[in-house]
C-alpha cells in the first residue's frame, strides 16, 4: 500500500467571485481589481473571477463588466465567470466581444431541490432543461465550460445525499458535453471515506471529463478530504484565498478552503501546483487588510515554512 | 486501492497537562478538577492528567498531588502523569501510595539537540543514560511507561530531522522496555507524505511496541496527517480538547489537534472512538469560557453534525 500523490494538481482560485459574494462589504472595483492582478501573477492556473447574476442578488459583484475590462490578460491563465442563465451569458459574450480575456463559463445546480431552489429558485429539472442550450451557446463562442453540483456530500437543509442521487444529475450534465464536473461540498458535510467512494464511483460512471472537487472547512476536514480524494484519482480542487466565502444558503458553513494552506500541503508533499507560495500569501494578506479582520488561513498565522519549499527545488 | 480505515482508535486527552501547561492563566484547581471530571464521562480512554515538573519551570501544574487526589475515580480510564525525572516519579509515586489513579507516566525527549536543551536543559545521550533507571522504576511499581520522542517531524530550531534519526533515538527507548513511543510534531512540520513514510518505517523497526502519534495543527495539516497515519496502520493519537496547547518552546507552533475535531472525523468515517462528542464538545465549550476567548476548535464553532454519529448507530 502506497500514498496515491499525483505529480502536480491544478488549483482554481475561487476568492474573486465566492469569496466576495458571500462578503457583506462591497470592494471598490480597483480594490478587486488590484487583489486580481497580484493573484494573477502567483501562477495560478485558473481563476474564477465574477459573476453575471444580477446585481440585485449579488450587489457584491454588480461591477462584473468592470473587473473583467480592467484586470491584466496574464497568458496561461484560464479566466472564468459564473453564469445563471441565457441573460448572465449574453451579458458576459458582450464583454469578451469588447476585449476582455474570458475563457471559462461555470454553470451551477444542486443536487438537493432545497438547496436549488433557495440557490436559483429553480427545481433541478428546470436547471438541467436549461443547461443544454447554455451548454451549446458557450462552446459555440469558444469558451470552456465547467459546471457545479453544489451540496454533492450532503445538504445542509436535507441531511445526507447519496452518491446515486449525485451521479444521476452528473451523468445527464455530462452527456450535455461538458469539459469538467465540479463537486461542491456546500454544507461543508463531507468525510474522507465518503469522499474517497464518491470518487471512485465518479470515476467509473463520468468517463473523459474533467472531475474537480470543492471542499469546505466547516468542520476541519477541507484538506483531508483533499487528500481522501487524491486517493481516489483527483487532480482537480477549487480553493479560496485565505478560506474566504462560504454559502449565504447553508447556516453555519464556513468558507472553501484556503488556497495557501492547500498549496502549502501539497508543496510540503512534493506535488506540484505552479504556485508561488510567499506570493499567494502575500495575497492573503492583502486581502486580510482589506477586510480588517482575521481570516481563515493557517499559513497566514504561521507564515509558509522556512525549511523547505518543495515546488522551488 | 483501498482507504485504510481501523474498526476504532485509541485516543489520549492531552490537554489537562499540555493544554494547561501551555496557558498563561493559572487555573484554581477545583477549576481543574472540575473540567477533568467532566473530560473523565466523555467516554475518552486516556488522559495525561499533569506533570510533576518543578512548579518553578511549570507553575500552571504546582497543583499536580491535589488535582490527582480530588479528581474522580472512573473504571476503564487510563490515567497519565508526565515525569520528567527521578525526583518528579519518586513525587507521583507517593501521591499514588496515598490513593490516587495513576495508570501510566509519560517520559519525554527531543530528537533535536537543540530542543532538548531548551526543553529539558539536558543532551540527549544524557536524557536517554537516565531513562532505563526510570522505566524500570515505574514499571516495577506496576505503571505502564510511554516515552514522547519530540519533534521527530521536523524541529523548530534545526529544521528538517530526518527519519533515520528519529527511529535511532526511537529504538534506543524500545530496547528499554517502554510499552508505547509517542511520536510529537512538536512544531508542526509533518506533512502526509512524509508522515505516512514515517510510520512505514516506524513499524517496520518498532515489532511489538505501541506507536502513537501526536500531531499539531500548526500549519492547518493536523487532522490530514491522522488520515495519513492511519493509511500507514496507526490507530492510536494524543489530541487536546478545543485544541489547547502547544509548546512554548517552538515559535509560532500553535496547539495540538483539537480532540473534537479528531472524533467527529473519525465517527463520520465510521471509525470507533468510544467518544461521545455530544460531551466532549460540551467540555470544549467549558474550556472555552474558563480560558474567555475563541479556541481552536471547528466543532465548537460549526456545532457537532446533526445528521448523525457513527458512533451512536
Known amino acids: 500500500m502506497l500514498l496515491n500523490l499525483p505529480r502536480s494538481v491544478t488549483i482554481r482560485e475561487e476568492s474573486p467571485r465566492d469569496g466576495l459574494q458571500n462578503e457583506r462589504a462591497v470592494l ?21 473571477l465574477t459573476s453575471f447574476v444580477h446585481p440585485q442578488w449579488v450587489p457584491q459583484l454588480a461591477d462584473a463588466a468592470d ?20 441573460r448572465g451569458l ?22 438537493t431541490e432545497s438547496h436549488n431552489k433557495s440557490n436559483v429558485n429553480k427545481t433541478i429539472a428546470q436547471s438541467l432543461s436549461e443547461l443544454p442550450s447554455l451548454i451549446q451557446r458557450a462552446r ?42 465540479d463537486f461542491g461540498d456546500t ?9 474517497y467512494d464518491f470518487f471512485m464511483k465518479a470515476r467509473e460512471v463520468l468517463l ?26 483527483v487532480t482537480s480542487f477549487d480553493s479560496s484565498l485565505a478560506g474566504l466565502g462560504g454559502c449565504p444558503f447553508s447556516p453555519g458553513a464556513t468558507g472553501n478552503i484556503c488556497t495557501e494552506d492547500l498549496v502549502n ?14 506570493r499567494m500569501t502575500e495575497c492573503a494578506g492583502m486581502a486580510q487588510r482589506t477586510f480588517g479582520r ?20
Chains 1, 2 share one sequence.
Not at 471598490?28 to 474564477?48: M, S
Not at 465550460?145 to 451540496?151: E, H
Not at 454544507?187 to 469522499?195: C, D, E, L, S, T
Request: hydrophobic share 45%; glycine share 8%.
Open 28 to 48: 471598490p472595483t480597483e480594490t478587486k481589481v488590484a487583489l486580481i492582478n497580484a493573484l494573477l501573477e502567483t501562477g495560478v492556473p485558473r481563476i474564477n
Open 67 to 86: 473587473v473583467l475590462m480592467q484586470i491584466n490578460r496574464v497568458e496561461d491563465v484560464s479566466y472564468s465567470v459564473l453564469i445563471p442563465n441565457a
Open 90 to 111: 449574453e451579458r458576459a459574450l458582450e464583454v469578451k466581444a469588447m476585449g476582455a480575456k474570458v475563457n471559462e463559463v461555470n454553470f451551477v445546480l444542486s443536487a
Open 140 to 181: 459555440q463562442s469558444g469558451l470552456r465550460v465547467y459546471v457545479t453540483i453544489s451540496m454533492s456530500f450532503g445538504c445542509a437543509f436535507e441531511g445526507v445525499v447519496s452518491i446515486e442521487r449525485v451521479m444521476k444529475i452528473a451523468k445527464e450534465v455530462h452527456a450535455m458535453g461538458t469539459e469538467e464536473i
Open 187 to 195: 454544507a461543508g458535510m463531507a468525510n474522507p471515506r465518503q469522499v
Open 208 to 233: 473523459g471529463v474533467e472531475l474537480t472537487a470543492r471542499f469546505h472547512d466547516t468542520r476541519g476536514l477541507g484538506l483531508v478530504n483533499v487528500l481522501s480524494a487524491m486517493q481516489a484519482g
Open 265 to 278: 500541503m501539497l508543496h510540503e508533499m512534493g506535488v506540484h501546483t505552479g504556485i508561488d507560495l510567499n
Open 294 to 313: 482575521p481570516l481563515a488561513s493557517q499559513i497566514l498565522k504561521a507564515g509558509p515554512p522556512k525549511w523547505a519549499s518543495v515546488e522551488k527545488r
